[in-house]
């Protein structure tokens, strides 16, 4: 499992690599692997508000279809339209394969977050 050790983690295993007021997210190595062969992607709409903790896509695999939870408030300002014809791009690569990109409307949540070494005390407690 690989974790990148700079961005932050939520408990949803989404990652968000901030870059000053916005924030890209993606899913975790972790959370790929455990869905299996990414066969679709649903993105939210541009322009959409969203809170932390909101429903912002869905996932579907071979395996079942999963929700993806936004780690921090924000409206989203790009979706990685790349996902639509390539989902497997987050099985290739999950740190490259953003999903969305939001414009932070509350940084301090980032500190609900965890970073990555407490990422990975996570992950190996949910094995």
Partial sequence: MEVKKDLFYSNDHEWVRVEGEKAYIGITDYAQHSLGEIVYVELPEVDNELNA???FGV????????????????????????????????????????????????????????????YEEFCSKED
Wanted: charged content about 25%; hydrophobic content about 40%.
């Fill in 53 to 55: 903790g909101e429903v």
């Fill in 59 to 118: 996932i579907e695999s071979v395996k079942a279809a999963s929700d993806s939870y936004l780690p921090v408030s924000g409206k989203v300002l790009e979706v990685n339209e790349e996902l639509s014809d390539s989902p497997q791009l987050i099985n290739e690569n999950p740190y490259a394969s953003w999903i969305v990109l939001i414009e932070m409307s509350d940084k301090s949540e980032l500190d609900n977050l965890m970073n990555a070494q407490e």
